[in-house]
Nanobody, 130 residues
Framework: QVQLVESGGGSVQVGGSLRLSCAAS????????LSWFRQAVGKAREGLAT???????TYRDAVKGRFIISQDSSKNLLYLQMNSLEPEETAMYYC????????????????????????WGQGTQVTVSS
């Protein structure tokens, strides 16, 4: 089973940017649908973005135009560029991988809610201060 490790979290002021990375233990080839989630204290985990092997992306409305998901398959890396961050986006951010053939946020969100995604990272904390 693929292992995922996130990095790049930290503290940033409102309006700032961060780039999160997710290192995978194996080649991120056509098998995987990759995604980013976040979970704030006391709130449900929410899916943010997905990307498939062909580079097709889907985004949560709240992050469209500000967040960009990308991957470097040659380096087994997944990224999330986050811009114009707001304090309410303070949360633990997770990357995930699944072999689902339907790589879109609705599917991944549903799988995540059922704890049915194939692999999760341990998370990286993002704190946005005003």
């Amino acid at each position: 089973q693929v292992q995922l490790v996130e990095s790049g979290g930290g503290s940033v002021q409102v309006g700032g940017s961060l780039r999160l990375s997710c290192a995978a233990s194996e080649y991120l080839g056509s098998r995987w649908c990759l995604s980013w989630f976040r979970q704030a204290v006391g709130k449900a985990r929410e899916g943010l973005a997905t990307i498939d092997f062909d580079g097709r992306q889907t985004y949560r409305d709240a992050v469209k135009g500000r967040f960009i998901i990308s991957q470097d398959s040659s380096k087994n890396l997944l990224y999330l560029q986050m811009n114009s961050l707001e304090p309410e986006e303070t949360a633990m951010y997770y990357c995930a991988a699944d072999s689902t053939a339907y790589c879109d946020l609705t599917t991944v969100q549903a799988l995540g809610a059922q704890s049915a995604l194939d692999a999760w990272g341990q998370g990286t904390q993002v704190t946005v201060s005003s």
